[in-house]
């Protein structure tokens, strides 16, 4: 038994959701999104609560996958989801412009990020906002930008996740000297 899928999640007023087959669709304040749930599995709406149910024994294995995937949607469609990365290094910098987002990296040129439909970019100085409803979309893109320059464990420049810990390693002249 799956703990996740067992857990019924609640639905706003505001939110619609439709199921045609494996196709979900879900449709909010701030958009809708369309996907396809893996799995035979059967939606069950009573008042303000779903549940989703497996339709026979061997879909059980996608059925707490179905569910996370349906919750995080709703959650989408509601509140919407962010990535913040700090961009760290000397002439480190972001700038948005359109929807584009266009980096220095220490390279000889400007790094240009084209936005995904769905993508809405935020920069002020050696931060950027990554916003968006649809939660996969927002962490690869994340990803992508990230890697560009991947923190390095000597000085720490580069580009990371809002709160993650570099562990920094001593140089040459440190390990030598000791």
Do not use: C
Not at 38 to 48: A, K, R
Not at 61 to 77: E, F, P
Not at 98 to 125: C, Q, R, W, Y
Request: proline share 4%; charged share 30%.
């Amino acid at each position: 038994m799956s703990k996740i899928g067992k857990k019924p999640m609640i639905i706003l007023k505001d939110v619609q959701i439709k199921m045609d087959g494996n196709f979900i669709s879900i449709k909010g304040p701030k958009g809708e999104l369309k996907r396809f749930i893996p799995g035979n599995i059967d939606l069950n709406i009573e008042g303000e609560s779903l549940k989703v149910i497996p339709k026979n024994i061997e879909n059980r294995a996608t059925w707490g996958l179905a569910s996370a995937l349906i919750k995080n949607m709703i959650k989408g469609v509601t509140e919407g989801f962010e990535i913040v990365l700090e961009l760290q290094g000397v002439g480190y910098k972001a700038v948005v412009k359109g929807n584009d987002l266009e980096m220095g990296l220490g390279f000889s040129h400007p790094v240009t990020i084209k936005a995904p439909e769905g993508i809405i970019f935020k920069a002020e100085k050696n931060v950027v906002r990554i916003q968006g409803i649809d939660n996969e979309l927002v962490g690869q893109t994340a990803a992508e930008i990230r890697s560009w320059r991947k923190p390095e464990p000597y000085k720490g420049s580069g580009i990371r996740y809002q709160g993650e810990v570099i562990k920094r390693k001593a140089g040459k002249k440190a390990v030598a000297a000791g």
